[in-house]
C-alpha cells in the first residue's frame, strides 16, 4: 500500500487499518468503535438504572422542570442535533475530496459543541448559587453525575476534533482515506454522545 | 609469512580468513533479526522494552507484573495464614507491616481487614485477569490466528500502561492514612463510604483497571473478527481463541456497571452524595449528617454484575489453555469441540442474567431469589459440558505426562470440586446456612487456585519454548507440581468442613473465640496455615527455574535442539512461526489456513500430526523438528 509494507520499518503494516476485509464489510477502527460504544451503552445503562431504582425507592423526588433550566437545555439539544448534522457534512465532504469544506464543518461541530458547554456552565452556576450541589439531594446527586460525565464526553469529542482540525489533518495530504475514516469513527462517537443527551434531557428535565 | 588459502564461495574466489569473517558476520546479522533488532528499525530501547507495541512483548510485560502481583497477593494472605492458625501470636515477618498494624509484631483486626481486602484486590484485578487475558491472550491470540500483530498496537500499549499505574496506586494505598482499603474486595458499602482515604485510592486504582481492560477487549475481539488468517472459520479457532474471544466480550460489557458503580461511590466519598447511604444511618453513635436516601443494594448489584461475569473472566482461559495442552497432549482432537463451543458462547450471555445469586441473603424477595436461582442452576450445564468433554477428551489417547499436562490434568478435577461445590450455593435455601462462611471461600478458591492459577501454570511451562526458545526443567516443574498439588488442597478442603461447621468468613481469628466454630478452628487452621507456607515453598523451584531460564534465553542462549515446535503442536503459534517469533510481524510468510486445529493421529494419513496451515499432510517429521509451509522454506532459501 505504501513504503510502510516493506519489512524493515518500524511502523507494521496492519491488515483491514484502512479498507473493509470483505467478509465482515467493515474496517478495523470502525468495528473498534461500535465496541466501544455498546461498553460505553453499558456504562450510561447502569447510571440510569441507578437513577431509576433510587427514584422509585424514594420516598418523594422533585419534578425536574420546576428545578432546572428546560428553555436553556431544549436550546442545548438543538445545538447537539445541529452539530450531528455538521459532522456528517463533514465526513461526506471529505469523501468528496473537499478538505476545506470538511475543515469548516469540523469547526462548526467543535463550536457546537463549545455553545452546549458554555451553557452548561451557566446552569451549573446557576444551581450552585442556588445552593444546590450533589450532597444535596439525590436529585441532584444524579443530576450533576450524569451530566458532569455527559460532559466529560463533550470535552474527550473537542479534544479529538481539535487534533483532527490541527495537526491530525497532515494525514489528508499522504492518506487521505484514513483521514476521513477518521472522522467517521469519531462521527460515530459524536453521535452516541448526542443519543446520551437526547435521553438525559426528558428523564432530567421533563419529568 | 604463510599463505594465504582461497576458497571458492558461489562463484567467487576469496581468501579463506576473509571468508571467514563474512561468514561471521552474516551470523551475527540474523542472530541480531532472531534477537528483534529487524535489519533497518533499531527502535530505541525504549520503543522496544517500555513503551513497546508489540503484542508479544506487551504480553510478557502483563505476565512478568502479574507474576509478581500474584506473589504479592500470595505473601499477604500467608501473613494472614499466620495470624488465623496461631491467633495473637507474635511473628518476626509481620514486622514488614509497621508498629501501626503489627505492634510487636502481631497483627491487629484493622490491618487483617486490609490485608484481606488487598488479597482479593490483588490475586483478581492486578493478577489473575491480567495474567490470563493481558499475558496468554495478548502473546497467543495473533500467533494463534495467524495475525501480524493486534489490531490496534498503540491501543495494546496504552491498555498496558493504564494497568501498571492502576496496580501502582492499589500498592501505594497501603501508604495512606489510616491504611489501605479494608471493606473486603467487594467494597460494601455503607461500611466502604465511610472508611478510610485508602478506599479512594482503591477506587481510582480500579477506574484505571476498567479502563486498562476496556482497551483491551476492544483491541481482542477486533484482532479476532478482522485479522484471522484466510481460511481461519470460526470453527476452525483453536478453542483458546475462542475462550478469550468471549472472555473479551465479558470484559467489555460488563466492566462499564462497576466503573459506573466507581463513580457513584467516589462521589459518595469526595463530593458528600448518599448514593450508597441510606437514610438514617448512625456510625459509632453520631447521625450521619448526608443528605440519606440512598440504597446500599444498589452497590451490590452494580458490583455482581460486573463480579459474577468476572468469575467466567477469570474460568475461560483457563478452561482454553487446558484445552490447548490436552488435545496435544493426548495426541488426538477435542473431544465434543463444537459444543465446547457452544457452550462456551452460552455461558458468556447467561453469566450475565445469574448475578443476584450472590445477594440472596439481602432481603431482594423470593421471586428474585427464584429467578435468580434458576438461571444459576441453568448456568451449569455449559460448564458441565466443556469440563466432561475435557475429561472424555482423555479417553483413548496416548498421553504424554509433561510437566504441562500434569497441571492440565489436575485442574479438571480441582476445577470439577469447586464447580461442584457452588451448585449449594445457587440453590437459595441451602444459602441460607452456607453464605459467608468458609464453604464460601473453599468454593471459589478451587475454582480460582487448584483451578485457575494451577492451568496458568500449565501454560507457562507449556508456551515458555514458544516465548523464549528454552524449555523450562522438566525435574522441577514436576517437584513443583507435586508439592504445590498437595498443599493447595491442605489449604482449602478443610475449608467446607470449616464452612459446614458455621465458621464464617473474614474472621480476624478464624474463630477461636466463637463456641460453635472454636473446636474446628483448632482442629484445622494450623494444619491449613502449615500448608500454605508449604505451597510458598514449592513456589520456589519455579520462581528458580523460570528466572534461570528466562535470563539465559535473555542473554542468548536457546536450545538449539529443541527446535520450535517441541511439542509437536498442530497450531498455527507453533507450526508456522520460530520459537521467538520474529519481533516484526510473527510469520515470515503470512498463514493460510487449511484444516481444523487439532488434526493429531488422523485416519489414513502417514503423518502423526498435521499443523493448521499445511495444505497436505506433510511427510512425517523428525521429533521436534521444524515444520513451515513450503513457500516459506522457499523464501529462507532466496
Known amino acids: 500500500m505504501d513504503a510502510h509494507a516493506s519489512v524493515g520499518h518500524a511502523e507494521l503494516e496492519i491488515p483491514y487499518n484502512v479498507h473493509p476485509r470483505p467478509d465482515t464489510g467493515v474496517y478495523n477502527a470502525k468495528l473498534g468503535i461500535w465496541l466501544f460504544l455498546a461498553s460505553e451503552v453499558m456504562l450510561f445503562g447502569a447510571l440510569f438504572s441507578s437513577l431509576i431504582l433510587l427514584r422509585t425507592g424514594a420516598d418523594s423526588w422533585p419534578r425536574g422542570y420546576e428545578m432546572l433550566n428546560v428553555p436553556l437545555a431544549t436550546f442545548n439539544t438543538f445545538i447537539l442535533i445541529v452539530s450531528s448534522v455538521t459532522v456528517v457534512m463533514a465526513w461526506s465532504q471529505l469523501r468528496l475530496g473537499n478538505l476545506k469544506w470538511g475543515r469548516i464543518y469540523i469547526s462548526a461541530t467543535i463550536l457546537c459543541a463549545l455553545i452546549f458547554l458554555v451553557n452548561k456552565g451557566f446552569e451549573y452556576g446557576h444551581e450552585f448559587r442556588e445552593h444546590n450541589f450533589p450532597k444535596t439531594n439525590n436529585f441532584f446527586a444524579i443530576y450533576f453525575t450524569l451530566t458532569g460525565l455527559h460532559g466529560l464526553h463533550i470535552i474527550g469529542g473537542v479534544i479529538v476534533f481539535l487534533y483532527f482540525l490541527g495537526p491530525g489533518a497532515k494525514m489528508w495530504a499522504h492518506d487521505p482515506e484514513r483521514y476521513t475514516n477518521r472522522i467517521e469513527v469519531v462521527g460515530l462517537y459524536w453521535h452516541f454522545v448526542d443519543l446520551v443527551w437526547i435521553f438525559l434531557f426528558p428523564v432530567l428535565y421533563l419529568m | ?638
Request: aromatic fraction near 14%; charge should be neutral.
Open chain 2, 1 to 638: 609469512m604463510a599463505l594465504r588459502r582461497q576458497i571458492r564461495v558461489g562463484s567467487q574466489w576469496m581468501y579463506a580468513d576473509e571468508a571467514h569473517k563474512a561468514l561471521r558476520e552474516a551470523l551475527r546479522v540474523m542472530e541480531d533479526e532472531k534477537s528483534g533488532e529487524h535489519g533497518g528499525h533499531h527502535l530505541p530501547w525504549i520503543r522496544r522494552y517500555v513503551f513497546s507495541t508489540d503484542h508479544k512483548w506487551i504480553g510478557l510485560q502483563y505476565g512478568f507484573t502479574a507474576l509478581l502481583f500474584l506473589l504479592l497477593g500470595f505473601c499477604l494472605m500467608i501473613l494472614m495464614r499466620l495470624q488465623l492458625g496461631w491467633p495473637g501470636t507474635a511473628f518476626n515477618v509481620m514486622k514488614v507491616l509497621g508498629e501501626s498494624r503489627a505492634p510487636g509484631g502481631v497483627l491487629l483486626p484493622e490491618a487483617y481487614n486490609q490485608l484481606g481486602a488487598m488479597h482479593g484486590t490483588i490475586m483478581i484485578f492486578l493478577g489473575i485477569v491480567p495474567l490470563a487475558v493481558g499475558a496468554f491472550g495478548n502473546y497467543l491470540v495473533p500467533l494463534q490466528i495467524g495475525a501480524p500483530d493486534m489490531a490496534f498496537p498503540k491501543l495494546n500499549m496504552i491498555s498496558y500502561w493504564c494497568y501498571a499505574p492502576g496496580g501502582l496506586i492499589m500498592l501505594a494505598s497501603f501508604l495512606a492514612p489510616g491504611g489501605t482499603a479494608q471493606s473486603g474486595w467487594t467494597s460494601y458499602p455503607p461500611l466502604s463510604v465511610i472508611a478510610s482515604q485508602g478506599q479512594t485510592w482503591w477506587l481510582v486504582g480500579m477506574v484505571f483497571l476498567i479502563t486498562s481492560s476496556l482497551l483491551g477487549s476492544v483491541n481482542f475481539i477486533v484482532t479476532i473478527v478482522q485479522l484471522r488468517a484466510k481460511g481461519l472459520s470460526y470453527m476452525r479457532f483453536p478453542f483458546f481463541v475462542h475462550a478469550q474471544f468471549v472472555t473479551s466480550f465479558l470484559l467489555l460489557l460488563a466492566f462499564p456497571p462497576l466503573e459506573a458503580a466507581a463513580v457513584l461511590q467516589l462521589m459518595d466519598r469526595v463530593a458528600g452524595t448518599s448514593f450508597f447511604l441510606p437514610s438514617g444511618l448512625v456510625v459509632s453513635g453520631q447521625a450521619l449528617t448526608n443528605a440519606g436516601g440512598g440504597n446500599p443494594l444498589l452497590w451490590q448489584h452494580l458490583f455482581w454484575f460486573l463480579a459474577h461475569p468476572e468469575v467466567y473472566v477469570l474460568i475461560l482461559p483457563a478452561m482454553g489453555i487446558v484445552a490447548e495442552i490436552i488435545a496435544n497432549g493426548t495426541r488426538k482432537p477435542l473431544w465434543g469441540y463444537k459444543s465446547m463451543v457452544f457452550a462456551t458462547v452460552f455461558l458468556g450471555f447467561m453469566s450475565f442474567v445469574v448475578w443476584a445469586h450472590h445477594m440472596f441473603l439481602t432481603g431482594m424477595g423470593t421471586t428474585i431469589s427464584a429467578f435468580f436461582q434458576t438461571t444459576t442452576m441453568i448456568i451449569s450445564i455449559p460448564s458441565v459440558i466443556i469440563l466432561s468433554s475435557l475429561f472424555i477428551s482423555l479417553w483413548g489417547g496416548s498421553i504424554r505426562f509433561t510437566t504441562p499436562m500434569l497441571f492440565a490434568l489436575a485442574f479438571l478435577p480441582m476445577f470439577g470440586i469447586g464447580g461442584l461445590t457452588g451448585l449449594p450455593l445457587g440453590l437459595a435455601a441451602a444459602d441460607i446456612h452456607l453464605h459467608d462462611t468458609y464453604y464460601v471461600i473453599g468454593h471459589f478458591h478451587y475454582v480460582v487456585a487448584p483451578g485457575t492459577i494451577f492451568a496458568m501454570f500449565g501454560g507457562i511451562y507449556y508456551w515458555f519454548p514458544k516465548a523464549t526458545g528454552r524449555k523450562l526443567n522438566d525435574f522441577w516443574g514436576r517437584v513443583h507440581f507435586w508439592i504445590s498439588f498437595v498443599c493447595i488442597n491442605g489449604i482449602f478442603f478443610p475449608m467446607f468442613a470449616q464452612g459446614l461447621a458455621g465458621v464464617s468468613r473474614r474472621l480476624y481469628d478464624g474463630g477461636a473465640q466463637y463456641a460453635h466454630a472454636k473446636q474446628i478452628a483448632a482442629q484445622t487452621n494450623p494444619f491449613m496455615s502449615i500448608c500454605a507456607i508449604g505451597l510458598l515453598v514449592a513456589q520456589v523451584p519455579f520462581i528458580i527455574n523460570f528466572f534461570y531460564n528466562a535470563i539465559a534465553a535473555a542473554l542468548g542462549h536457546r536450545d538449539e535442539k529443541l527446535g520450535s515446535n517441541p511439542w509437536e503442536a498442530t497450531t498455527m503459534e507453533w507450526a508456522a512461526t520460530t520459537s521467538p517469533p520474529l519481533a516484526h510481524g510473527n510469520f515470515e510468510v503470512m498463514p493460510v489456513v487449511h484444516r481444523g486445529p487439532y488434526e493429531y493421529n488422523v485416519p489414513g494419513e502417514a503423518a502423526e500430526f498435521i499443523p493448521q496451515h499445511m495444505p497436505t499432510a506433510p511427510e512425517p517429521a523428525p521429533r521436534g523438528g521444524t515444520l513451515l509451509p513450503s513457500t516459506a522454506v522457499a523464501m529462507r532459501e532466496n
